[in-house]
């Protein structure tokens, strides 16, 4: 498994010995846990580290939950949903009609009307509730907790405290001290991993591991860019190679990137990069301003702008060179529609096409292009896509001179909500 | 019905006799039409041009499928598409799972297994197909209507005949002969208006007739509008603010602008937004980037970026004060999770102070805000607030002294599709 990268640029003369010795610093601290925000590098190494008892204890109790439940509600914002969320929108077909067992998120955002409705939804449906909160106080996810975990009770009596789970820190918080005395199972997120680069510890494998994938594929494809990434070599790391480009980019005053695909079962992972970049790189006023594009849907939209408009943006295009199920355009008998010149070809041939022809459209108007390709979407490259995402994203906001790990201005908005809510001591 | 507007800062002062005069002409122009573009106003006074004949036509159609029909496919991609799914997502429940009938929308990309899983997803279902496309030669729609087509023909024989609507150009187009050949139901889509403002057209309206929600109010909210914004008054004419304010704060160098709104149904509405504002205005390397996020939910995502990155972005929020369908916070036994503080609060309150602390952590940030507040989500504010934002980005865009009205990019692209196909003619 690999990841291509491609640049409408040449890279060759990106690399200059300042930028090399600057990312071997990087690199070398990284490695070494002792750069900026060192204290959140857990990630970095976390797939290597995993141990078989860990990974068994979370495949256990997922077949146990899909063996006595038909959905599994997900309470969890931000980095606690979107990992999970990301992964099992990939790898789920179109049009699943029938899964073995339904994951629904909830606390992600504050709809009364969801909730409401949910806890219908739920009424003639065998269910078990996760929450996942790494301090256990963000007041989204704890608030439909609140109401869950009522329902829960109201509806299974003492069989609940078996069909809730807490994903929590293990030493601090309010949720936690809540699982221990209810006697809730429970699940760590390391006191050392941050929210947007958790996918890959329980907060997403035990949902992705009750949707049906293998999360042993997943872990083993992280494994494996954990150990191609670990070389440092400005020719053969593309990891690097991203955030070198991206960075050159950002120099050159582009201040939008733009993360295309062609295939819509991605839009949570293009959500998911959106928040792993945004909230890395967005401080001290610096940055680029992620955004996301589905295309060819969005070539009827927003890619008029990407030609046309302001000259500040790029693109990043994530291409997948084979699908599993495709169709191909039949001859028609009466050609009413014009497109027997078409026939014989897969619709991701076409797709594959419509890359081209946008990306020479789109350079036409002197949209500089990235472009990463994998193969096929399983939960192996898939594994090593994120791995590729987190370790790129750490190695541009250090080029920034940022600390990646942290989010000082997502505590702005918490601390104002409490005020403005009264919430004890915060008056 | 009206639209609240406010602003961060001071309106009265972006008023000068210069733009005042500069937004009469253009205002004059639209309502002679005859500025830049004009061939395409005909949505300007669409509303109250309606007939009571055409709708009652559109009335009777939808109400037969939604007799003989479990779902209706809707094949168009862009403003084929995006108009009716942001009103029939906005006006569905959450969770509404035994809806009498189903719109699903194909054609608004190519993706194989998407539309090899849909043709065996119809199997047990009835089925009726509604085609959208303006010129009729658009390759993603045409494509997915040659295997939809094949479907109901195979599945119906000669029943397909009455299964199969056209809504396309009413003179010319390869789809609208093929549906003379063949028999099938016709609606137009007039001549002068283009795909991002034809959601009033019988390209939305029969989608949205179908999914059960009221077209009558629909178009009554717009006819509303119509009349409320024919009137030129900086003062209270909201629309024309609208454009104001935006157009003041691209001046001043930012350069996107984020529709952010705190409730999830309105995620296509943005979508919807997104390509009415980014195809109008980003032309001629002018236009704001059109970016959107989902409050609560990207507070723990984008806003850090929002809150600390680059400097160049506004926000606009778009406020619901009313939910129909609403929970409050109860008091807990054991307030294990610290929560008892909120209770009596309502959830929809919850989200309005979400939105009190959001914009006062993002002011301090620097970030211009506009307010964009309706009471309450139903067909005739929809109606309204939808014609409010066409009339106000054409404002914009002739601000900006460009076209509002075509979309030179996006041909471009299609040309180029076609030279890499190697369609006939294009070689």
């Known amino acids: 498994m690999t990841i291509k990268v491609t640049y409408s640029g040449d890279y060759q003369q990106l ?49 146990r939950i899909r063996q ?7 309470i969890g914002i931000g ?12 790898l789920t077909p179109h049009f699943h009609t029938k899964p073995e067992i339904e994951v629904i998120y909830a606390g992600h955002h504050v709809s009364g009307e969801y909730l409401a409705k949910l806890m219908k939804y739920l009424n003639d449906k065998e269910v078990t509730v996760n929450v996942i909160s790494k301090s256990g106080t963000t007041t989204e996810p704890a608030l439909a907790f609140r109401f869950l975990q009522k329902y829960m009770e109201d509806r299974y009596g003492e069989e609940a405290v078996s069909r809730i789970i807490v994903t929590t820190d293990a030493e601090k918080g309010s949720l936690l001290s809540l699982s221990k005395e209810k006697g809730y199972q429970r699940f760590e997120v390391p006191a050392d991993i941050g929210g947007r680069y958790s996918v890959l510890t329980a907060v997403g494998l035990l949902p992705i591991a009750v949707a049906g994938h293998s999360i042993r594929d997943l872990v083993k494809g992280a494994s494996t860019a954990e ?34 695909t062609f295939e819509p079962k991605l839009a ?15 401080k001290e006023q ?6 996301s594009v589905s295309f060819s849907t969005d070539l009827h939209s927003l890619g008029q702008y990407i030609q046309d408009g302001q000259r500040i943006l790029f693109e990043s295009f994530l291409i997948i060179e084979e699908t ?64 590729f995402y987190m370790v790129s994203c750490a190695y541009s906001a250090y080029l920034l001179e940022i600390n990646p790990f942290d989010q000082p201005g997502v505590e702005d908005y918490k601390t104002n909500i409490f005020k403005i809510l009264q919430k004890p001591g915060f008056i």
Chains 1, 2 share one sequence.
């Open 15 to 63: 690399i200059s010995p300042e930028i090399e010795a600057k990312l071997n610093v990087i690199h070398n601290n990284m490695q070494n846990k002792t750069g900026l925000g060192s204290d959140y590098l857990g990630w970095y190494d976390w797939a290597s580290r995993m141990n078989e008892t860990f990974l068994q204890e979370i495949q256990q109790t997922a077949d």
């Open 68 to 74: 006595n439940s038909d959905v599994l509600v997900v």
């Open 79 to 90: 980095g606690s949903y979107l990992g999970s969320k990301a992964v099992i929108e990939a």
């Open 227 to 260: 150990k191609t990434f670990k070389k440092f070599d400005m020719n053969s790391n593309v990891a690097i190679q991203y955030a070198v480009i991206r960075n050159h980019l950002y120099n050159q005053n582009y201040s939008i990137e733009i993360l295309a």
């Open 268 to 282: 949570y992972l293009q959500e998911w990069w959106k928040q792993l970049f945004g909230e890395s790189e967005g």
């Open 286 to 291: 610096k940055g680029l301003f992620p955004a």
């Open 324 to 387: 599993a199920t495709d169709l191909s355009v039949f001859t028609a008998e009466n050609n009413g529609d014009e497109l027997n010149y078409l026939s014989g070809l897969t619709l991701n041939e076409f797709n594959l096409a419509c890359y081209e022809a946008t990306s020479s459209a789109h350079l036409s108007g002197e949209v500089p292009q990235i472009g990463l390709t994998i193969k096929e979407l399983n939960e192996e490259n898939i594994g090593f896509l994120l791995y």
